[in-house]
């Protein structure tokens, strides 16, 4: 009885499809940020919904890749549009460490709609390329190096022509959505309605994909400079090396000395005044005496040093003789002349 209570209260896939449509529509219009506790919680609801849809029209085998486009019901051409719904709603969430994630899912949700509409030939467009190995950014660089001029040409035709078919798929469903939502269009109307539906989703999912693939390979190429900045900080943080001292150089050095042939003679200030006084000086212009007598005459003031020297040491010893010698001898001494 309780179990029989429980698939009552379960909601219909006709109610989950809007419910969640409604969502979708209320998350593209609202005013609120994007990263909202309002508009994340709509996107957490609006996508649990559609998984639910998604499981229901599994198990109810409502398409099948054996039929066409025309065997299909006027009341379920919108639930093909599910996975294009699921695309849209997980673009809208917003949490930059899943950010690439989220673009993944997004793509596989759009492309598995675009397929769908492929094998129901529901208009006329190519399918984008699989892309879910490594190798996608260099495969995407390089097929975007390689490619002509021509091809480029022909892509932003396609561009243009897709734009102008949106737009005016966009015209006509204003003009038939209030007969079909009031309920007084006939099935022809209503068929016509939601087809024009799948049209203009098919340009959207082609547009979010290649939106999608550019902003994936800027977050991998984001990833990837962040990695060699985090390599190379780790280099950079290590503690220097200290310096240090080879014990042998240190032994030598104090056996053989600082290894250079002798201490200084003079400082600097007797250099500069003793080549001063001869005129040796760059800043003195002319040396007023040439480099020969320069070095004779530094030769002399050497010379003339000791000399004066010793002329000091021997007046010197002359005089203290000349003390001792008058200790011993008394004044008068030697004078014979006047000795009586």
Request: charged share 30%; hydrophobic share 35%.
């Amino acid at each position: 009885m309780a179990a029989a209570e429980d698939e009552l209260v379960l909601p219909r896939l006709p109610e989950l499809f809007e419910t969640s449509k409604q969502l979708l529509d209320e998350v593209e219009v609202a005013t609120e940020p994007t990263g909202s506790r309002i508009v994340r919680d709509k996107v957490l609801k609006g996508l649990e919904l559609l998984e639910k849809a998604a499981e229901m029209i599994s198990q109810l085998d409502l398409f099948s890749q054996n039929e066409d486009l025309e065997e299909i019901a006027s009341t379920d051409l919108k639930y093909l549009m599910v996975p294009a719904y699921q695309g849209a709603l997980t673009m809208k969430q917003v949490n930059p460490s899943k950010r690439l994630d989220h673009l993944q899912q997004a793509r596989e949700h759009f492309l598995n709609y675009l397929t769908q509409c492929h094998y129901y030939r529901g208009a006329e467009f190519e399918l984008p390329k699989i892309k879910n190995n490594s190798a996608e950014n260099n495969t995407a660089s390089s097929s975007m190096n390689y490619l002509s001029l021509v091809a480029m040409a022909s892509q932003r035709q396609a561009k243009i022509e897709r734009y102008k078919q949106k737009k005016e798929v966009e015209h006509r469903l204003s003009t038939l959505k209030t007969t079909v939502e009031s309920g007084e269009a006939d099935d022809e109307r209503v068929r016509e309605y939601y087809l024009l539906h799948l049209q203009w989703w098919i340009g959207i999912s082609l547009e979010e994909i290649e939106s999608i693939d550019h902003e994936i390979k800027i977050l991998r190429k984001k990833d990837s400079s962040k990695e060699a900045s985090t390599s190379r900080s780790s280099l950079q943080d290590r503690p220097p090396m200290k310096p240090f001292i080879l014990t042998w150089d240190v032994a030598q050095a104090k056996v053989f000395g600082a290894g250079y042939p002798s201490l200084a003679t003079m400082t600097v200030n007797d250099w500069y005044e003793q080549h001063r006084k001869y005129g040796a000086l760059p800043d003195q212009g002319i040396a007023k005496t040439t480099p020969a007598e320069f070095k004779k005459a530094t030769q002399q003031q050497e010379d003339q040093e000791p000399k004066e020297e010793e002329t000091d040491e021997k007046t010197l010893q002359r005089a203290r003789e000349w003390d001792d010698w008058k200790d011993t001898h008394p004044r008068g001494y030697g004078n014979r002349q006047n000795m009586g």
